[in-house]
């Protein structure tokens, strides 16, 4: 008889994960605590946890490497300088095996068992990504905030919710951890964040998803715990890094003039700029007495670089206050390097306030590059657009990821406390749709 052959080890078998949860944190350890109880609650097989510590030195680096050795499916990646959450969550999608992707900061939380049903309603529905409801937290309260859009649980073109410009839309909810996004997404680079902005990094990330992606689907799971307030957090500093959000729409608008589309999309881009210019300019006590002069010399160039006539427009489908306090900046205007002589109001050619790729931003001498007086570089590939606000360098002051309040633990939907009744005081349909930062939305 032959010889049997020795059975020997069983060959190793390299799981893949269905799931990868991309979380990254930076100096958040009164709250890091909670983000990590909560994916514990939420490990299984099929799910790994990114875990990103973005150059943290205020304890935080010892939780994650002992979450390193304890929590099932953690994979930890360190950035040896602080670089921002954008690309903190770059570097987690580099890393990334699973065939969907999600997000969390590291300062808020999870139900447990939410990646379990998160995982599920993406298989049923097989779309390219898939937008989720999310409850919000100060304190001891929980309000539901809803994604803007009606239909739900079925396929749809991400392209078709932008629409209105008038109204609240999914582009208008760019929170990146309210959702679930397949791999196909992120291979064909349609994921990844802009590095270097420091603060409104999900706006052309939102939007983005919402020309190039196929499919998308809304459902209502209500499984992350967004905190509000925290002290650290950038929406809440007024330093020169809140400014982000210029270059941040420069961006969209760039981007939406250069689409085959954009007769019909520009004008909600336009509009959604205009809003946060707005809020921005309404809450400019908070901000520093020198960034807040910046911010209106920003904002004056930033409405010379729009499209006048597709402004013009905008302004008058806002509100009365928000409208006259744009006008009486566009009318006062800034003077100096960036701005040529004049708004910059025709879309013909020569008259610089095109939407085709290579047309200049405003009249004959406007300056369509980072801006001569701004203090940092503006963010590569903005386009004719590109921002005079000075993003700074794509290391400097990343912030907090997320923003958010409350006592870690306190009331409904605590990681200890299970996930409570999220739903106490629910929001209505629409509601916290606008900028995390500027509730502008439309």
């Not at 954008?86 to 939410?114: C, K, M, Q, T, V």
């Not at 109001?345 to 007086?373: D, F, I, N, Y």
């Not at 590109?386 to 958010?404: E, H, I, L, M, V």
């Amino acid at each position: 008889m032959p010889e049997k052959p020795c059975a020997g080890p069983p060959p190793s078998v390299v799981r893949v994960p269905k799931l990868s949860v991309i979380v990254p944190f930076h100096d958040v350890r009164p709250y890091a605590p909670d983000a990590l109880r909560s994916l514990r609650a939420n490990a299984r097989d099929d799910v790994e946890f990114l875990l990103v510590d973005d150059c943290s030195s205020d304890g935080t680096a010892d939780l994650l490497d002992r979450a390193e050795r304890e929590l099932p499916g953690a994979v930890l990646i360190r950035h040896e300088r602080n670089r921002g959450l954008a690309s903190a969550r770059n570097s987690g999608i580099d890393r990334a095996r699973g065939e969907y992707l999600a997000f969390l900061d590291g300062d808020d939380w999870l139900a447990p068992g939410h990646c379990g049903r998160l995982l599920a309603a993406a298989e049923r529905l097989d779309v390219d990504f898939l937008r989720t409801d999310h409850v919000r937290c100060a304190g001891r309260d929980r309000t539901v905030v809803r994604v803007p859009h009606g239909r739900r649980n079925m396929a749809m073109s991400p392209r078709e919710a932008i629409l209105p410009a008038h109204r609240t839309t999914s582009v208008d909810y760019a929170y990146a951890w309210a959702g679930v996004y397949h791999r196909r997404l992120a291979e064909r680079g349609v994921l990844r964040f802009v590095d270097g902005l420091r603060t409104a990094e999900d706006r052309p990330w939102i939007w983005r998803l919402h020309r190039e992606a196929e499919s998308f689907a809304v459902t209502g799971l209500l499984g992350v715990y967004y905190r509000r307030g925290v002290a650290t957090s950038l929406t809440r500093i007024g330093d020169e890094r809140r400014l982000d959000f210029v270059p941040a729409y420069d961006r969209i608008v760039a981007e939406t003039a250069a689409d085959p589309d954009a007769d019909r999309l520009l004008p909600k881009a336009v509009r959604s700029y205009c809003a946060v210019l707005a809020h921005h300019l309404g809450a400019i006590a908070e901000f520093e007495p020198a960034v807040a002069r910046r911010l209106r010399e920003v904002s004056a160039r930033a409405l010379a670089r729009l499209p006048q006539d597709v402004l013009d427009g905008a302004l008058a489908s806002m509100d009365a206050g928000r409208a006259a306090r744009l006008r009486a900046l566009r009318r006062r205007g800034v003077a100096g390097p960036g701005r040529g002589p004049g708004p910059g109001a025709g879309r013909g050619p020569g008259a610089g306030a095109g939407r085709g790729p290579g047309a200049g931003p405003g009249t004959a001498g406007a300056g369509a590059g980072a801006g001569a007086s701004g203090p940092g570089p503006g963010i590569p590939g903005a386009g004719p657009w590109a921002s005079d606000a000075g993003a700074g360098t794509p290391g400097a002051g990343a912030g907090t990821p997320g923003a958010g309040a409350g006592t870690p633990g306190a009331g409904a939907g605590t990681p200890s406390g299970g996930a409570g009744t999220p739903g106490a005081g629910a929001g209505t349909p629409g509601e916290g749709a606008g900028a995390p930062d500027a509730g502008a939305g439309a």
